[in-house]
């Protein structure tokens, strides 16, 4: 990797680290609007001189994939499990980490909590040039396993490239057999999304993030809109209340609906865990080295 390269991840990961833990701590306070916390991630991102690539969270047993709406009026709640995942970029080069808090004083998921980071960290210290993936997912099961949880095996990390949040290859959470090998100077994310559950995620409720699959021509007017606006993404995701404010709700949805029809857009809906099970993760991102870099990482992670 070029050292400009890994400069602007440096600083999109330094970024991203920040906002994390500013999100996760405004989400820990019971009463703090959703609304209120994604924005301010997002505002935060550009005031430090990142690019929003993202600002999700999801809660209980959520893993992934929520972003609220411009009208959404939902606040974190006493005994909430919430993580709070935050991409930033910088001309693509992207940085993507996760952390999960428990509303208010409840302490009642600090063993499932520890568990994730304690998957996280056990991964992390496998990751090198030759290390073949399966063995990643081995790492992070046995300490989920060890304090009584399990993985989501239908979740993984992945790689990053310029401009593509997954860059086509998957980091198991278990025992996939994958005999793939990590690369020096390879960009990964890991993440382990760990339950009570049985540990499998299916869609649940309402989609609020998207990503244009390619350049399309459009008939409807408010399709072209939208078009317009996310085209300069280069492929990055997008969510509802950046259209919204920008064109409005009803043109916001017909809009998405045309160009999903068209198959324009993909949908990334929420992801929640099958059986009901609660959820938490931790992620982090890393460039694979002799010495792996974890470029997502503040100086108050313990993971
Ligand atoms: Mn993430
Ligand atoms: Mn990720």
Redesign the pocket.
């Known amino acids: 990797m070029d050292p400009e390269t890994r400069d602007k991840l440096r600083k999109a990961g330094k970024i991203a680290a920040i906002v994390r833990r500013e999100g996760a701590a405004k989400l820990k306070v019971p009463g703090a609007s959703f609304l209120q916390v994604m924005d301010y991630c997002e505002d935060r991102i550009k005031e430090l001189g990142g690019q929003v690539a993202w600002a999700q969270m999801a809660v209980n047993d959520v893993a992934a994939h929520f972003c609220p709406e411009e009208h959404e009026t939902a606040v974190s709640n006493e005994g909430d499990l919430i993580k709070i995942?935050i991409g930033v970029h910088l001309d693509g080069w992207i940085a993507?980490n996760a952390m999960t808090v428990e509303v208010g004083n409840s302490n009642r998921y600090a063993d499932h909590m520890k568990a994730a980071r304690n998957a996280l960290r056990a991964a992390i210290k496998l990751v090198e040039p030759g290390r073949e993936l399966w063995e990643l997912g081995v790492a992070q099961m046995s300490e989920a396993q060890a304090l009584g949880f399990t993985t989501i095996k239908n979740l993984s990390?992945?790689t990053i490239e310029q401009y593509r949040?997954h860059g086509g290859i998957s980091i198991p959470t278990f025992n996939n057999k994958s005999k793939i090998q990590l690369t020096e100077g390879m960009q990964v994310?890991i993440?382990p999304f760990i339950t009570e559950g049985d540990g499998f995620v299916k869609e649940k409720g309402k989609n609020t993030i998207w990503m244009m699959r390619k350049n399309a021509n459009a008939r409807s007017p408010y399709a072209k809109k939208i078009i317009t606006e996310v085209a300069p993404l280069n492929g990055l995701p997008f969510t509802n209340r950046w259209l919204t404010r920008k064109i409005g709700r009803g043109p916001t949805a017909l809009g998405l609906k045309a160009l999903h029809q068209q198959g324009v857009i993909t949908a990334y809906p929420p992801l929640a865990e099958r059986t009901g099970g609660m959820v938490a993760q931790y992620?982090h991102s890393m460039i694979v080295g002799e010495k792996t870099e974890i470029y997502t990482k503040h100086e108050e992670d313990s993971w």
Do not use: Y
């Open positions: 995942d993507d990390g992945h949040v994310a993440e992620e």
